[in-house]
């Protein structure tokens, strides 16, 4: 069973930092693209950042390009997405998952992890 557990989000101010853990089991972790997406209340579901397995690519929206970093451990099964300089925008659900790098970039992965909850307050 495709499974993903994302985890580290809390209450940062505004500045501070934070880094979410996505935790992957049940695929062939390298043969897929691991994607961080965020919905904030009253917003659509935003694509933040991914890492795809097959050619080391990674993306970045604009609004994080210089704060956030996203990184894999092959080893653990992970995938990291350290976020510096935190904007009070940048609140939002944060939502890990699993896919083709066409999928990710179609809003349409295979598989979402739950949620873990940032806010970023001024």
Not at 41 to 59: A, D
Not at 104 to 113: H, N, V
Request: glycine share 10%; aromatic share 12%; proline share 2%.
């Amino acid at each position: 069973e495709v499974q993903l557990q994302a985890s580290g989000g809390g209450l940062v101010q505004a500045g501070g930092s934070l880094r979410l853990s996505c935790v992957a089991s049940g695929f062939t972790f390298d043969d897929y693209t691991i994607a961080w997406f965020r919905q904030a209340p009253g917003k659509e579901r935003e694509r933040v950042s991914y890492f795809n397995h097959i050619g080391e690519e990674t993306y970045y929206t604009d609004s994080v390009k210089g704060r956030f970093t996203i990184s894999s451990d092959r080893a653990k099964n992970t995938v990291y997405l350290q976020m510096n300089n935190l904007r009070p925008e940048d609140t939002a659900v944060y939502y890990c998952a699993v896919g083709s790098r066409q999928t990710i970039m179609t809003m349409t992965p295979y598989k979402w992890g739950q949620g873990t909850q940032v806010t970023v307050s001024s």
